[in-house]
């Protein structure tokens, strides 16, 4: 997963790797393993959770990232 936190498109961004549940309200963790910019050495790790699907059947996620 690329979380991009920059104006430019790479510029600042963290990258998380691991599994992704179909479960809602059911956090998983994933590892931080890097990023770009100010990121470029970040590990950590990640939460994310299905909370549902949006109007164009989309996924609305939910991301809890403790960046190190």
Same mark, same amino acid.
């Given at each position: 997963?690329?979380?991009?936190? +920059?104006?430019?498109?790479?510029?600042?961004?963290?990258?998380?790797?691991?599994?992704? @549940?179909?479960? %809602? #309200?059911?956090?998983?963790?994933?590892?931080?393993?890097? +990023?770009?910019?100010?990121?470029?050495?970040?590990?950590?790790?990640?939460?994310?959770? @299905?909370?549902? %699907? #949006?109007?164009?059947?989309?996924?609305?996620?939910?991301?809890?990232?403790?960046?190190?």
């Amino acid at each position: 997963m690329f979380y991009d936190f +920059g104006e430019i498109p790479g510029d600042k961004t963290i990258i998380s790797e691991g599994y992704e @549940l179909v479960d %809602f #309200n059911v956090a998983v963790k994933r590892a931080i393993t890097g +990023g770009t910019g100010k990121y470029l050495f970040a590990r950590g790790e990640a939460k994310q959770a @299905l909370l549902g %699907f #949006n109007e164009s059947m989309g996924v609305s996620l939910r991301f809890r990232l403790k960046v190190k």
